[in-house]
């Protein structure tokens, strides 16, 4: 008796602490987070920052032009068969399906890119996934919206060529890019190999093995190689492990730069004293408080409904989960301009995000001011923008210690139709027309 | 002479390094070796002594106590958290499966693993918790003879001295206490040490505690160098070939497999990685252990099993 009362009150608790049931006329909004395992100190603040956002429309605003917006979690460890499973679970639900995905994971982003053109779904990648998929007409349900790792490489080696004095610095240097192996790790070397060549210096790749946590032999290496400059694409722990490493090999910190997702305050202040110096690019905002942060906390914190912890508002994996549902609301908000207010499917979802223009005084008005800079995606430009900055920790804070760079069209675009073509012809599609796209 | 430096800085790296393993190692071994289950927790248990550790520490330093007050306080509120699992684990999983068969044993420890994972992270929280309890920079050795010296880590060499400080102590425990030679009696047959008169349940719960213990010990310097986070879990991977080479019995043979594994993945990936595409070190320790196997299939150091019909 008391194993069947137990069993029930259970079952109830379960039933209770369940996701929110998606009602006819709210929009459903997936959440593919990892909020346990190796990537969770990262993990945890971007999935913050993504529900925080879609709550406090829900209750400054009463959701989406009216429509309510219900979210769901769906844990995926950052693991790839953990990430699909939740897409198939998930990809149905609510009285539309889901409007988009963001799965957080370029492992992830490359197993959905099958599946999405079958189910309509359009998937956000802001600042991550495949670089190639900026090209619509080849990959018309990617956004890599923001930048992508190309973006990103191209700008490392600019900030690295002023550094030094111009790009003509660079003939005979040796620049090392110390990567996770994994796709995420891989993509940015296609970029880098083409400016080694472009410029004269050395390229050499040096792959970590997940989740990053012995990477002896990698700085040995670097000790014994002395490169330049060192780059560093990893993600959760094998970012501080490498600031930690370098420092003790005697790597100079302020020689090493980390891509946009090795440039939180989770990869800098577990490495204590010894990130002092490191720099990291930034996916065009950074950390601090904005607009946005006041209706955060006055809608959510104040009410005791906020996800976030007070301490990592305003860190920068938070702003990006901020910035990452903003793009995702305007683009379901641009599409009802067209299809009603109403709950969006997946195919009209992504009709917004081709039609999303975000002026500088859209961006105002949405208190993202100072965080991204006027974006305006299309049929065929599904990246919208080519920006960056670079920014230093102090031992204490991220600062901005550059101006705005712009990734360098010339190089990147020949990269980017070469690579979607090639992608095209293995998987036979046919690129759309966009100039008879409406 | 810069060549030989360089090999030389990389075959010392590696060898302190694969002492870090050992320090891992030695945990699965203590419960091998009393019990004869091979402990899959052994990894969560290093993250569960590490978090409490740093939680606690980090928490009676915010009071504003000396900061060697909160080490102590942490490291005691750690061993209780080991102790009170230990206590747990033999009551509520082990101790109902007393002379069931080894694969039995060894899925329960699987269970154990994820219970233990979850409600550390739940209890103690998910992010990462830095951790100082050793120095981590490095000297550099020899700087007249090789150019820019032999690097020796620091945070290694503290390593080294407390697995050999650990095992040493362990060796007496096992062959020079009571409760050690006991704890060898129930690793040969649970029925015949208990047939005898060994309190079995005792004896789980002292083998369980002493692997809890070590693997505080080895959250220590994992913590110092990592970070205590979630990812201190898979060193129970790098602890595997370990166990392979040095035998799942021998506690001075997790540490001589600890240093073949340790400087062969080091040497390999420095010196082989740049001709395979790198990231070979991972797998390197696997290929190794594979080798001693054809060989000594109970690792170099391992009892020989022998079985009459």
Redesign the interface.
């Known amino acids: 008796m008391l194993r069947a009362t137990l069993f029930l009150a259970a079952a109830a608790a379960v039933a209770m602490t369940g996701p929110a049931v998606a009602q006819q006329n709210e929009q459903f909004l997936p959440s593919l987070v990892y909020r346990t395992g190796p990537y969770a100190p990262n993990g945890i603040p971007f999935a913050n920052g993504v529900i925080d956002y879609w709550n406090m429309i829900n209750e400054r605003d009463g959701g989406i032009n009216g429509v309510k917006i219900a979210p769901e979690e769906c844990e995926t460890g950052y693991a790839t068969d953990k990430g699909v499973e939740c897409y198939e679970r998930m990809k149905s639900k609510g009285p539309t399906g889901a409007g988009y995905f963001s799965p957080l994971s370029t492992g992830i982003t490359f197993a959905l890119t099958e599946k999405v053109p079958g189910d309509k779904i359009p998937l956000l990648t802001m600042g991550y996934g495949r670089s190639e998929s900026r090209n619509g007409a080849v990959f018309p349900w990617n956004f890599v919206a923001v930048g992508s790792y190309w973006t990103a490489a191209d700008v490392a080696v600019q900030h690295i060529a002023k550094e030094m004095g111009g790009f003509g610095s660079l003939k005979g240097k040796k620049i090392s890019l110390v990567y996770h192996d994994s796709p995420y790790g891989k993509e940015p070397i296609a970029a880098l190999e083409a400016r080694a060549k472009q410029h004269g210096f050395t390229f050499k790749a040096i792959p970590v093995t997940h989740p990053g946590v012995e990477q002896k032999s990698q700085w040995l290496a670097i000790r014994q190689d002395r490169p330049d400059y060192v780059l560093l694409w990893g993600w959760g722990v094998m970012n501080p492990t490498a600031i930690k490493e370098a420092a003790g090999v005697g790597f100079p910190r302020d020689k090493m730069m980390g891509v946009w997702w090795a440039g939180a305050e989770p990869d800098v202040i577990p490495a204590g004293d010894t990130s002092t110096g490191y720099k990291a690019l930034m996916l065009q905002h950074g950390a601090g408080k904005f607009g946005i942060h006041a209706d955060i906390e006055k809608h959510l914190i104040g009410k005791g409904k906020g996800q976030g912890k007070a301490d990592d508002i305003g860190h920068v994996l938070y702003n990006r989960g901020l910035l990452n549902s903003m793009l995702g609301v305007e683009a379901i908000r641009t599409a009802m301009k067209r299809y009603g207010n109403k709950p969006m499917t997946g195919e009209q979802v992504r009709w917004g995000f081709e039609n999303l223009d975000l002026s500088a005084a859209r961006i105002k008005e949405l208190g993202f001011e100072g965080m991204v800079a006027p974006i305006k995606l299309s049929c065929q430009d599904h990246q919208g923008a080519d920006q960056a900055r670079v920014q230093q920790w102090d031992g204490k804070a991220w600062k901005v210690i550059s101006d705005w760079y712009t990734a360098d069209q010339k190089i990147l675009a020949p990269m980017v139709k070469e690579a979607a073509d090639k992608y095209a012809a293995e998987k036979k599609i046919t690129p759309r027309d966009c100039s008879k796209e409406s | 002479m810069i060549l030989l430096g360089?090999i030389l800085?990389?075959l010392i790296?590696?060898l302190l390094?694969g002492v870090l393993y050992s320090l891992v190692a030695l945990g699965f071994v203590l419960i091998y070796k009393a019990s004869g289950v091979f402990n899959f927790a052994q990894g969560a248990m290093v993250l569960l002594a590490g978090l409490a550790l740093v939680r606690s520490l980090d928490f009676v330093a915010a009071q504003g106590f000396p900061m060697w007050t909160a080490i102590i306080l942490g490291l005691t509120f750690a061993a209780a958290v080991m102790t009170l699992s230990a206590y747990v684990i033999e009551r509520f999983v082990l101790g109902p499966l007393v002379n069931q068969d080894g694969l039995t044993l060894f899925m329960s420890t699987i269970g154990v693993t994820f219970v233990l994972?979850?409600l550390a992270?739940m209890v103690f929280g998910?992010?990462?918790?830095?951790l100082?309890l050793f120095p981590?920079?490095?000297w550099?050795l020899a700087e007249s003879i090789f150019p820019?010296g032999i690097?020796l880590?620091k945070l290694d060499v503290w390593g080294g001295l407390i697995a050999g400080v650990l095992v040493a102590g362990l060796a007496v425990f096992f062959q020079r206490t009571k409760t050690g030679r006991a704890l060898r009696a129930v690793a040969d047959d649970h029925s015949a040490a208990q047939s005898v008169g060994i309190p079995i349940s005792w004896i789980w719960f002292v083998v369980w505690l002493v692997a809890g213990l070590v693997a505080l010990v080895a959250a220590t310097v994992w913590g110092t160098?990592?970070?205590v986070?979630?990812?201190?879990t898979?060193?129970a991977l790098?602890a595997l070939p370990v166990l392979i080479i040095g035998g799942f019995t021998s506690v001075p043979g997790a540490i001589i497999g600890g240093l073949i594994i340790g400087a062969g993945?080091?040497l390999a990936?420095?010196y082989l990685?740049?001709f395979m595409?790198?990231?070979i070190?991972?797998w390197f320790g696997y290929v190794l252990a594979l080798v001693v196997l054809m060989f000594r299939p109970q690792g170099l150091f391992g009892e020989r099993i022998i079985e009459r019909v």
Request: proline residues 5%; aromatic residues 12%; negative net charge.
């Open positions: 360089q800085e990389v790296s590696g390094s994972e979850g992270q998910a992010e990462i918790y830095p100082k981590t920079d490095a550099f820019g690097l880590n160098k990592l970070g986070q979630f990812s201190i898979f060193l790098k993945e080091k990936e420095v990685g740049p595409g790198g990231g070190e991972y």
